[in-house]
Every structure is written in C-alpha cells, then in structure tokens.
C-alpha cells in the first residue's frame, strides 16, 4: 500500500508524471480495490507474468521498488531480474538487499519513513535522468559479474557440499 500512496501522492501534489506497475501474486486487497476503482491513478496492476510477458514489461522500466519487509524474503529473483534489466532500484535494507545490492548506486528506504523516502527516491530519479542511466549500466554489469549461472552454481554447490558435511559429523 505505501508504493500506491507514494505514486499517487506524486502525481496529485506534485504533478510528476510516473506511474507504478505491479506484477506478481500476493496483492493486498486493498491495493486490488485501489486499482480498480481509479483511486490509484497511475498505478497499474498487471498480476502474475510470465517470463515472456515480463521481460518486455521490465524493458519499458526505468526503476524498480523493492519496500520489502516480509520476514522470509532472502535473495530475491526479482532483484537479480530488475538489476540486469538495467533498473535503478529503490529498496529497504531488509534481510539479504544490503549484501546483493550495490551499495552506492541503491537508494535506501527508511523503514519508519517509508512513503516520504520513497516519494523523495522517485522524485530524485525522475529529475535526475543521468544518474538512473549511469546505475542502469552498472546494474547490469553487477550481475554479469556475481548472478550468472557460471558464477552462482559453483557457489551454491559449495553450500549444499558443507551442508552435507556438516549433516554427517
């Protein structure tokens, strides 16, 4: 709900021109209700996408919000997704984002402050269009370097060997 009020309230009080698209499963209610009576104007929400459907949706994005809370959330797919295609991402330091996301081109959220630094983060972004495509690259090139299959695999492979080691002293 605090993405819908941030874009809402952006567009209403200030008149900037964005606009949120929400894709996945899990939708609040109330964030359903929101959309489909046009109170969220400017939100849109897309539902779950398949990889076909995503991956052109993410093409048009210049940034991607991450506000999680939600305790289970570790290494998020949908980062690594945003990161190569080349999103500005705006996210919570909650859980793993501090140690997936770089550390200089991310724009933290205060979790106590969340619609205001998430209204602030969006209208920096917009007005600051060089910033977002000097991230955009460097994004792309983050997981090129550390989340590709030849980098990941061996890595987790790893894990599940001293997993299985532990397991059998």
Known sequence: PEMVEAITRLRREQGLDVELH?????????????????????????GMLDRDQLWPLLQRMHVFLFPTSHFGEGHSNSLNEALMSGLAVVATPHNQNPFVLPQHDTLWL????????????????AE????VNRVSAANQRLVRE???????IPFLEACFDRLAAATRE
């Open 22 to 46: 929400l894709a996945g499963e899990g939708r609040d209610p109330e964030i359903r209700r929101l959309v489909a009576e046009g109170a969220a104007n400017g939100v849109h929400d897309h």
């Open 110 to 125: 205060e979790p106590a402050r969340l619609v205001p630094t998430l209204m602030e983060h969006v209208r920096y972004l």
């Open 128 to 131: 600051h269009p060089e910033f």
């Open 146 to 152: 550390r989340f590709t299959d030849e980098r990941w």
